[in-house]
């Protein structure tokens, strides 16, 4: 069974360009949830995916956008970068079954400096 | 709306004495409580959840729904507890939302 894992591990990006985050989720699990951890900050949910739909939200604007493809995989787009978007981007996979969803697994995440 | 709240960003205790990492919620129905743990250059990894009960590497957590709170104990500590560690609510399980607090470092010296 292999675990979550991300790439890349770290990213330096020019302000305004735009970036793609991978994951690859754990084997047998069919939902993916994006964070962003600042410096010093607990983790804050982006978006979810669920059998390749987005199934919840949170407080990010529409320059953050995601897709799943039918192995379970992600990627996370940000578009038009600023400097606060520098932070570590952690993806989680879980199995979500209907109204259950198991514990979630983390990534290493993809460490990303905007300057 | 939800919230988690961790008074401490650092606590600092000898090896051998007790710990108790606070952790308070703000949500109007019944959430699941979670602890997450980070080891030095390791990834995010659950420590335990309410629903389980279990007590995992000699910690425990109760939900105290009266109090909102879900505090993390452990009668004893080891060095080896050294770590960043998040308590983290979902509204229910049928989705994959977790809502982290600020997190708290646990350093045990020896």
């Known amino acids: 069974e292999t675990g979550v894992t991300q790439s890349p591990t770290h990213l330096i990006k020019t302000r305004g360009q735009q970036v793609t985050l991978r994951c690859s989720s754990q084997?047998?699990?069919?939902?993916v949830s994006w964070y962003q951890q600042a410096l010093g900050q607990g983790p804050q949910f982006i978006f979810q995916?669920?059998?390749?739909?987005?199934?919840g939200r949170g407080n990010f604007p529409p320059r953050f956008s995601g897709l799943q493809f039918p192995n379970y995989s992600s990627e996370l787009n940000v578009n038009a970068l600023e400097l606060d978007d520098s932070a570590l981007y952690l993806c989680?996979?879980?199995?979500?079954?209907?109204?259950?969803?198991?514990?979630?697994?983390f990534g290493q995440g993809t460490r990303l400096t905007v300057v | 709306a939800q919230r988690v709240t961790q008074p401490e960003k650092l606590l600092s205790v000898f090896k051998g004495a007790p710990v108790e990492l606070k952790c308070n919620y703000s949500?109007?129905?019944?959430?699941?409580l979670f602890w997450y743990v980070q080891y030095s250059r390791q990834r995010l990894q659950l420590l335990l959840r309410?629903?389980s009960r279990e007590s995992i590497k000699g910690f425990t957590a109760d939900l105290n729904k009266g109090e909102t709170s879900f505090h993390l104990k452990k009668p004893f500590a080891q060095e080896e507890d050294s770590a960043m560690y998040y308590c983290?609510?979902?509204?229910?399980?049928?989705?994959?939302?977790?809502?982290f607090g600020q997190g708290t470092t646990l350093q045990v010296k020896p």
């Open positions: 989680a996979s879980s199995l979500g079954q209907g109204l259950m969803n198991t514990e979630a697994f």
């Open positions: 084997s047998g699990h069919n939902t």
């Open positions: 995916y669920y059998r390749e739909e987005e199934n």
């Open positions: 949500y109007s129905g019944s959430p699941e």
């Open positions: 309410h629903i």
């Open positions: 983290a609510l979902r509204r229910s399980s049928n989705t994959g939302k977790l809502i």
